[in-house]
């Protein structure tokens, strides 16, 4: 059986499942409950200085949620931990205490002065706990006070931080970035300078979550008005994926270990995380959503795919697919698929033929004999995915590529093999023809 | 009502159940979906191209459009889709066997067996501009054409609330003091609890330009002669009326039941534990008729019921579905029988015999010559309806009748001009409700055309 045992910046924990430092690890009596389900870490909720941040007493979350009430999208204008930093400390010593074999890294988000990190840094160390992760990541409330967010936005500011801290503690630091960022590479970078251990990534994207069309307000409406808020949950897993895999394949990055977060909620999210660079995972919205039981599929989920693969431990799939992540310019500008649609699974939904006649390409018919019946034109097929996509049975439609040197039907040529558009005629920048083929 | 009389006493009864029982018996079969059973259920449409549901509704109701908007919360939008198309929409979201039309050809089938459920979301959207009070349509400005519509059933309603509709002026001449017609004489109380065909006829009312005359029924009080004399147009929706005979001796016994009339006074008692009901019941005939009669007779306290067809299941009338609900019931159904005398017992019915049939060699129905009785103390006759010709009065000789009900053309336009018909009384239909809606639908538009033959005509929303 594959083992799961996960060493992150030398924190040790039974498996490679953290929560996110978030309301699930605000305080002892949740994250004991944690981990007794199972997790292997937490990063505890964001401790500041005293006297303690104040929360709205109206409502904090709001929802972009499926016709049948499934989450998909969570936004919250929640801010650090309300409590008093000593409550927090002693907890923080007390679960250590009690559970050695757990992760327990500690967020923290003080003003930026090196008295404010100075001060904090050696009472969380006398915790026991074993690292600390660097808030620089959320976009509401204390971004406005030159905090979180704030602070991820300007890389100078995060590599002066980082480096206060490896200065003053002895704690493996953790990046925590934001992705409300135009270059999430500046920012990584910057970690990297000023000395940090690892980065995590992603924290909450800025958001509204809807409008309310009664009160006129953004939601959640808050005695009438509505701030922006953090958005996360699956919906933010494709940005946090990308913003991943661009700090796992840049040379300067090279090494530091990343903690992929945003939008995990299967064995097969943090799979893909993982294969994309991120060491361990946490989670926060599925937790939030389900409860702490969800951490079970994610482990044995884990493991089975793992044994079915081949791996026996994680590292030997981290940043997999690191290498396979290129820029478009890259790509096989030759590789030519066709739609297949199976007629044994097809339910003859019509979804694909007007969904590419309407929008794409008019490659998919309507009718034969005057039956319904919907077939790939390969004449005109591009092999684009939309009626994959938009197929609602799975596995009906897929896509087949044509081999090296037969005939493309769309452009009577015969398929050629691998060049880019960096040696393409049409690229008025051409270079010469690169022979650099995917990895396999 | 005092001590219950048991369901095990032989004879006609009336009370064979404890009072409560009779009010949960009669209380809807299938109960409306919740705002988020509507919602989970709403998200199961695919939103189809050129959706095989809208083919297979009679009335081309747009069916995943419809849905989507009730997925979309524009529920008022959802409920306009259906009844622009079918105004008699809430009623056929209880009462159309959807299995066969709309639910049936739903794609879903193929993929899980499971239909999305067409008909309880388009009661879901038609109950919330009821229950609300919202009207969908606004009456078009007079035209100064008036109508007569003989009939208020179904086709009538249709044909009469789509004219109005246009701006044209309506004269329903209804038979009976209630309009609806079969919906409120006929179907399945459990189909249409809450007094829903009476809420619905209501509905289409409020539109305006539609004076409905009780009392007048074609052949007596009314003559087709007159009407089309005194009116621009004249539109038949007089459905069926007759009841077929068993075609054996039919001795002046008791205990032998007309389903229809039996049904009639079931859908009007104020009081079910009334109703006299048998001990062990026969039901001859292989219909709606004979499923609705032998459920409700079962809901009523009857012990054993046996529906008696002399062909297969698949030459029922009713669905499948409507079969094993009657099944569920605690209904037997025996196929391949048809009855062949009554016996009786001092004046009353005391059981029906019968000889088994088969196809013969040229499809045709044969007895076999084997013969078993069933006992009974009640026997419905549920075999089918056939057109009251006499109240087509005079003008019998010029409308078309000849397969024995009314010929129309694809417009519902009869041999006789001026005159349009439509619903069960015409011939080609499958004796639908949903059918006798889209006749109604079809001869209203073919009437307005006809009675401003250069002008575009289209119904507004309110
Ligand atoms: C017991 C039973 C159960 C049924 N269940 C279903 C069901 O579940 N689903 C379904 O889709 N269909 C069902 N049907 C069939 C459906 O009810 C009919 O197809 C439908 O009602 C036909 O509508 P119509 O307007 O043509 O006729 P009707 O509904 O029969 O209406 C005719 C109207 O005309 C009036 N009338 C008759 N003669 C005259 C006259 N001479 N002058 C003036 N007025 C007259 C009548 O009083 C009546 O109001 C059922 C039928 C029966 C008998
Ligand atoms: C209600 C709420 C409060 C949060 N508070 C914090 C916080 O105090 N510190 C922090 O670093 N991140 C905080 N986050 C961000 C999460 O840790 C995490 O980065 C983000 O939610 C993405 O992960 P997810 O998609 O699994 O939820 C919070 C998120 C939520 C939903
Ligand atoms: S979308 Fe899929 S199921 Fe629907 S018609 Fe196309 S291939 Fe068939």
């Known amino acids: 059986?594959?083992?799961?045992?996960?060493?992150?910046?030398?924190?040790?924990?039974?498996?490679?499942?953290?929560?996110?430092?978030?309301?699930?690890?605000?305080?002892?009596?949740?994250?004991?409950?944690?981990?007794?389900?199972?997790?292997?870490?937490?990063?505890?909720?964001?401790?500041?200085?005293?006297?303690?941040?104040?929360?709205?007493?109206?409502?904090?979350?709001?929802?972009?949620?499926?016709?049948?009430?499934?989450?998909?999208?969570?936004?919250n204008i929640e801010l650090i931990t309300d409590r008093l930093l000593d409550v927090n400390l002693r907890e923080i010593r007390q679960v250590k205490r009690d559970w050695p074999d757990r992760a327990l890294a500690v967020s923290l988000m003080v003003p930026c002065e090196e008295r404010a990190w100075k001060t904090i840094l050696p009472m969380v160390e006398d915790t026991g706990a074993d690292g600390i992760e660097l808030n620089f990541g959320c976009p509401h409330g204390m971004s406005e006070r030159g905090m979180g967010s704030a602070v991820g936005q300007v890389p100078e500011y995060v590599e002066m931080v980082v480096r206060w801290c490896k200065e003053n503690s002895r704690l493996p630091v953790i990046v925590k970035l934001t992705p409300n960022v135009t270059n999430i590479l500046a920012p990584a970078r910057a970690a990297q300078r000023g000395g940090a251990d690892a980065v995590s990534l992603i924290n909450t994207v800025s958001a509204i979550m809807s409008v309310d069309l009664d009160g006129m307000t953004p939601s959640p409406s808050v005695g009438g008005r509505g701030a922006h808020g953090g958005y996360c949950g699956p919906a933010?897993?494709?940005?946090?994926?990308?913003?991943?895999?661009?700090?796992?394949?840049?040379?300067?990055?090279?090494?530091?270990?990343?903690?992929?977060?945003?939008?995990?909620?299967?064995?097969?999210?943090a799979a893909e995380f993982m294969a994309l660079g991120a060491s361990n995972v946490q989670v926060c919205t599925a937790a939030m959503v389900y409860g702490f039981k969800v951490v079970e599929d994610m482990i044995d989920g884990l493991v089975n795919w793992m044994d079915a693969k081949g791996y026996r431990s994680v590292p030997e799939f981290v940043g997999k697919a690191v290498p396979n992540f290129v820029d478009w310019e890259q790509l096989d500008l030759n590789y030519t698929v066709k739609a297949r649609i199976d007629q044994s699974l097809c339910i003859r939904c019509g979804r694909c033929h007007i969904a590419c006649e309407d929008t794409s390409h008019q490659a998919i018919t309507r009718e034969r004999d005057g039956k319904r019946h919907f077939e790939v034109i390969d004449a005109e097929c591009v092999g684009c995915n939309l009626c994959v996509n938009v197929c609602p049975v799975d596995q009906c439609i897929t896509l087949e590529s044509l081999p090296v040197g037969t005939p493309d039907p769309r452009t009577g040529q015969p398929v050629r093999s691998y060049a880019n558009w960096t040696s393409h005629p049409n690229n008025p920048a051409q270079r010469a023809p690169a022979a650099t083929a995917p990895v396999k | 009502?005092?001590?219950?009389?048991?369901?095990?006493?032989?004879?006609?009864?009336?009370?064979?159940?404890?009072?409560?029982?009779?009010?949960?018996?009669?209380?809807?079969?299938?109960?409306?979906?919740?705002?988020?059973?509507?919602?989970?259920?709403?998200?199961?449409?695919?939103?189809?191209?050129?959706?095989?549901?809208?083919?297979?509704?009679?009335?081309?109701?747009?069916?995943?459009?419809?849905?989507?908007?009730?997925?979309?919360?524009?529920?008022?939008?959802?409920?306009?889709?259906?009844?622009?198309?079918?105004?008699?929409?809430?009623?056929?979201?209880?009462?159309?066997?959807t299995e066969v039309l709309c639910e049936g050809s739903c794609v879903r089938n193929l993929q899980e067996h499971k239909p999305v459920a067409i008909g309880a979301l388009q009661r879901y959207a038609t109950d919330w501009v009821f229950d609300r009070g919202v009207q969908v349509f606004q009456r078009a400005a007079d035209t100064g054409r008036r109508i007569a519509v003989v009939g208020g059933g179904p086709a009538g309603l249709s044909c009469a609330h789509r004219l109005a509709t246009l701006g044209h002026s309506v004269t329903v001449f209804e038979a009976h003091d209630k309009l609806g017609g079969?919906?409120?004489?006929?179907?399945?109380?459990?189909?249409?609890?809450?007094?829903?065909?009476?809420?619905?006829?209501?509905?289409?009312?409020?539109?305006?330009?539609?004076?409905?005359?009780?009392?007048?029924?074609?052949?007596?009080?009314?003559?087709?002669?007159?009407?089309?004399?005194?009116f621009d147009a004249v539109f038949l929706g007089i459905g069926l009326g007759a009841v077929n005979a068993l075609g054996i001796d039919e001795p002046a016994i008791d205990g032998v039941y007309d389903a229809i009339d039996y049904i009639a006074d079931l859908r009007q008692s104020q009081a079910l534990a009334t109703l006299p009901v048998g001990r062990s019941v026969v039901v001859i005939g292989g219909g709606m008729t004979a499923i609705d009669i032998a459920t409700q007779i079962r809901r009523l306290g009857a012990e054993d019921v046996t529906i008696v067809y002399r062909r297969g299941p698949e030459q029922m009338g009713a669905s499948t579905k409507e079969q094993d609900w009657a099944q569920t019931n605690g209904v037997r159904i025996k196929h391949w029988a048809r009855p062949t005398g009554l016996l009786s017992d001092g004046g009353h019915l005391a059981g029906v015999a019968f000889e088994y049939t088969r196809l013969d060699d040229q499809q045709r129905l044969a007895g076999t010559g084997e013969r078993f009785e069933l006992p009974a103390d009640m026997l419905f006759k549920a075999i089918g309806q056939v057109l009251v010709r006499d109240s087509l009065d005079g003008q019998v000789g010029l409308l078309d009748t000849a397969s024995g009900r009314i010929a129309v053309d694809a417009e519902r336009r009869t041999s006789l001009p001026g005159v349009w018909a439509g619903g069960d009384c015409v011939a080609g239909g499958r004796d639908l409700t949903v059918e006798a809606v889209q006749d109604g639908k079809l001869a209203a538009l073919s009437i307005d055309r006809a009675l401003r033959p250069a002008q575009a005509s289209g119904v507004r929303h309110g």
């Not at chain 1, 090279?254 to 977060?261: A, D, E, N």
Request: charged residues 20%.
């Open chain 1, 1 to 75: 059986m594959a083992d799961l045992s996960s060493s992150f910046v030398g924190i040790r924990s039974p498996n490679p499942f953290w929560l996110a430092s978030a309301p699930p690890t605000d305080k002892a009596y949740n994250v004991n409950r944690a981990f007794e389900a199972g997790w292997g870490g937490v990063v505890w909720k964001t401790l500041g200085e005293d006297p303690p941040i104040v929360n709205v007493s109206g409502p904090r979350y709001g929802a972009l949620l499926g016709t049948a009430r499934n989450l998909i999208g969570f936004n």
């Open chain 1, 236 to 269: 933010v897993k494709p940005i946090a994926l990308r913003m991943l895999g661009e700090i796992a394949r840049d040379p300067e990055c090279r090494g530091v270990p990343l903690s992929g977060i945003g939008g995990i909620a299967t064995w097969r999210d």
């Open chain 2, 1 to 97: 009502m005092a001590s219950a009389d048991s369901t095990k006493t032989s004879g006609i009864r009336a009370n064979r159940l404890p009072e409560e029982v009779y009010a949960r018996n009669f209380a809807d079969a299938h109960p409306a979906l919740t705002p988020n059973q509507a919602l989970v259920e709403s998200d199961r449409c695919l939103f189809c191209y050129d959706a095989p549901c809208v083919q297979a509704c009679p009335t081309g109701i747009d069916i995943p459009s419809f849905i989507r908007k009730i997925a979309t919360g524009n529920i008022k939008g959802s409920a306009q889709d259906i009844l622009s198309e079918n105004a008699c929409g809430a009623l056929c979201a209880r009462v159309c066997p």
């Open chain 2, 182 to 230: 079969l919906n409120e004489y006929g179907v399945a109380a459990y189909k249409v609890a809450g007094g829903i065909a009476q809420r619905e006829v209501d509905y289409l009312l409020e539109v305006g330009g539609i004076e409905v005359r009780f009392g007048q029924r074609l052949g007596k009080e009314l003559s087709l002669a007159a009407l089309r004399r005194d």
